[in-house]
């Protein structure tokens, strides 16, 4: 079967490297799928979860801080501003990130500092999301891929 | 002359001191290696972000229409960010970075504001009376990249409002262990295409590669240029305070050894007087028992 070479960077560190069948990644047009022979691609992500399928089916989840994918060849890299394993969440730091976020947004704010605090929302909740999903999938069984997953 | 007692206590507490810069030492030294690791973890980051910023420059011949941050400008001045330490005893690292940038600013053809990093820094810079205009202190020894973000808001700020026409930093290069090179790079307009577009060149002739054109691109390449610009500015800072990092803590480290070999000889040398002067006293008193008894022996034989 043919796979595709997946590299998940941050600035600070390599999160991920490894081959998978497919990536799931939220780009800024919406949703994308990449499976192997994908045609070149270079696209900018939004704040949000990334789903890995391993050959083996296994699916391994990510909450990234928006970035760059870049699809070339059978190879997809990710250049993300933050990125975490769904293990590595602190659910409880990102609870009061989002709460934070909620609150500055209630206020009277100026436009830089409502995009700011709104993209820290986006990055709180989708750690929040990824997180949560990790944990209904841990209690489940037998974890199938995509199964009874809704998309959004 | 001392006295055996005032000897023996200056040889204790310098024996103390030694073992406090020995501790000193080795904190240095851990610290140093994970600065080293963080620099070397950034490297993927960096290497895959620069390809980005090739095929970028590959859709366009005129790179610096491309984006304001790549861009030279008339400005009023020019920005200078000065890094430094938080804390001293680490010989002469702040010191030759506080003369670089003190050369830098008699030399500009241009006033020179600045930005300090580090307590040491901002510091001596007011006493030689610059003009500073943002000052971090906040710094942890080990920057994470979110600990950097206000420094590059702030240069891409005054840059982009025109008030800086050029940003440099003033920082020392970590070579080795026992070499760092305080040294001036320029920050802004961003250098990296100028690099890249010798290597782009290079790429076409020699591998003749049309597929690197292929993209698809979403939404648009400028949207990606926009986005991605910006970050690489901010790589290129956290690169440097990490190398800083580096530096500022071999430099202590290279410090605090000299600092407990000095130490270890003073403490032979204090241990020999010492010695010699226990020696002497034990010799006084013998003499003196001799003698004593010499002349009471004297005095018997009379009788």
């Known amino acids: 079967m043919r796979v595709l070479q997946c590299e998940i960077v941050t600035a600070e560190r390599r999160v991920y490297a490894g081959e998978v069948r497919e990536v799931i990644a939220p780009t800024t047009t919406g949703q994308v799928t990449i499976l192997p022979r994908h045609v070149p691609l270079l696209c900018s992500l939004l704040p949000g979860e990334v789903r890995l399928v391993r050959p083996d089916g296994d699916e391994i989840l990510l909450a990234i801080g928006g970035g760059f994918m870049e699809v070339r060849g059978d190879r997809v890299v990710i250049l993300a501003d933050t990125a975490e394993r769904a293990d590595e969440i602190d659910v409880e730091r990102a609870r009061k990130a989002r709460e934070r976020a909620e609150e500055l947004l209630r206020q009277k704010i100026s436009d830089v500092e409502f995009a700011r605090a709104e993209a820290a929302l986006r990055r709180a909740m989708a750690r929040l999301r990824v997180a949560e999903r990790a944990k209904v999938r841990r209690r489940r069984p037998t974890p199938t891929s995509g199964g009874g997953m809704p998309e959004e | ?303």
């Not at chain 2, 406090?20 to 290497?47: C, D, F, G, N």
């Not at chain 2, 020999?272 to 034989?301: F, H, P, S």
Request: glycine share 6%.
């Open chain 2, 1 to 303: 002359m001392a006295t055996l007692r005032e000897i023996r206590r200056r040889i204790r507490s310098v024996r103390n001191i030694a073992k406090v810069t020995r501790a000193m030492e080795m904190v240095a030294a851990a610290k140093m290696r994970r600065a080293q690791s963080r620099t070397l973890a950034t490297r993927p980051y960096a290497e895959k972000a620069w390809q980005v910023l090739v095929h970028l420059a590959l859709q366009r011949t005129a790179t610096e229409a491309m984006h304001p941050l790549l861009a030279s400008h008339p400005g009023e001045c020019i920005g200078l960010v000065v890094v430094t330490s938080n804390k001293g005893l680490c010989g002469g690292y702040n010191h030759n970075i506080i003369n670089l940038a003190c050369e830098f600013i008699e030399h500009a053809p241009m006033p020179v504001e600045l930005i300090t990093v580090g307590r040491v820094g901002r510091r001596a810079m007011m006493r030689a009376g610059y003009h500073i205009r943002a000052v971090f202190e906040d710094i942890p020894d080990l920057p994470g990249l979110m600990d950097i973000t206000g420094i590059t808001r702030e240069i891409t700020e005054d840059f982009l409002s025109g008030h800086f026409g050029e940003v440099y930093v003033v920082y020392t290069r970590f070579v080795n262990t026992m070499v760092q090179i305080p040294e001036v790079a320029r920050l802004l307009p961003l250098r990296a295409l100028e690099r890249s577009r010798s290597a782009v060149e290079a790429i076409q002739r020699a591998a003749e590669t049309p597929t690197l054109l292929e993209y698809v691109y979403e939404p648009s390449p400028e949207a990606i240029l926009n986005a991605l610009v910006p970050r690489f500015l901010e790589m290129q800072v956290y690169q440097i305070m990490l190398e800083a990092s580096a530096s500022e803590h071999s430099a202590r480290m290279v410090a605090m050894r000299n600092a407990t070999d000095s130490a270890g000889e003073l403490i032979d040398a204090l241990t020999l007087t010492y010695n010699r002067a226990r020696q002497e006293a034990i010799t006084k008193e013998m003499v003196d028992i001799a003698g004593g008894a010499e002349a009471l022996a004297k005095m018997r034989g009379r009788r």
